[in-house]
């Protein structure tokens, strides 16, 4: 304290109407340092709450993996409408020996990129009956994937490539048989399709 100050704080202390004077003093300047320093601590304080904002909703399936397979389409998606492994009733489009599983991204139906769900070689690359621009991948093991209805001009892989998971294959979209943008996505093992909903599960990447 400087000299004038401390000399001012003894002659007060000495009475106790002096003394009341020293507490709210001290107390005024205390409030007044907290409010002067208080950007400090609130900009801390703001740039957390910005940072862990609000959980966006519904099911995000952005980029999942679970070991050496993933989901074909990035972010949040949707059950195609209606198609899965069973034939559905009331869905005219439907051909009745439906064995994929329809899916369709959230924020780009059509054009949203179409990645491999796992590591392996490119069998076909291109126009195929009913499945549109479609690609193939051989897995090994028998397992082969199938990603029908992409774009027209839209494959990024050919015949013969070898693909890690999460390559990016093409653009979604509605070629072949189709009446919307959506990615018709299919496991083969053998040369025969099976339910691609178990399948997926099993990785721990349900189809939901
Ligand atoms: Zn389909």
């Not at 020996?97 to 491999?116: E, L, N, Q, R, Y």
């Not at 959506?182 to 939901?208: C, K």
């Amino acid at each position: 304290m400087p000299a004038p100050v401390a000399r001012t704080a003894v002659v007060l202390g000495r009475s106790g109407t002096g003394r009341k004077i020293i507490a709210v003093v001290l107390i005024i300047s205390f409030i007044l340092g907290g409010l002067l320093f208080a950007p400090a601590w609130i900009v801390p304080l703001a740039i957390a709450g910005s940072v862990a904002g609000p959980a966006a909703p519904g099911p995000v399936h952005g980029a999942v993996t679970s070991g050496n397979w993933g989901y074909p389409l990035e972010g949040e998606w949707t059950v195609g409408r209606g198609s899965g492994w069973q034939p559905v009733d009331g869905c005219a489009y439907c051909p009745s020996d439906h064995k994929g599983f329809d899916m369709t991204s959230v924020a780009m139906p059509c054009g949203a990129i179409i990645h491999a769900a796992s590591a392996g070689h490119v069998i076909n690359a291109g126009p195929t009956p009913g499945w549109g621009n479609t690609v193939r991948i051989d897995h090994g093991g028998g397992i082969v994937t199938l990603y029908g209805h992409m774009q027209w001009d839209s494959l990024l892989v050919a015949v013969g490539q070898d693909v890690d998971i999460g390559t990016p294959l093409g653009a979604e979209g509605s070629t072949g048989k189709s009446t919307g943008c959506h990615l018709h996505y299919e496991i083969q093992r053998d040369g025969v399709a099976i339910d691609p909903e178990p399948f997926m599960a099993a990785l721990g990447l349900p189809l939901q």
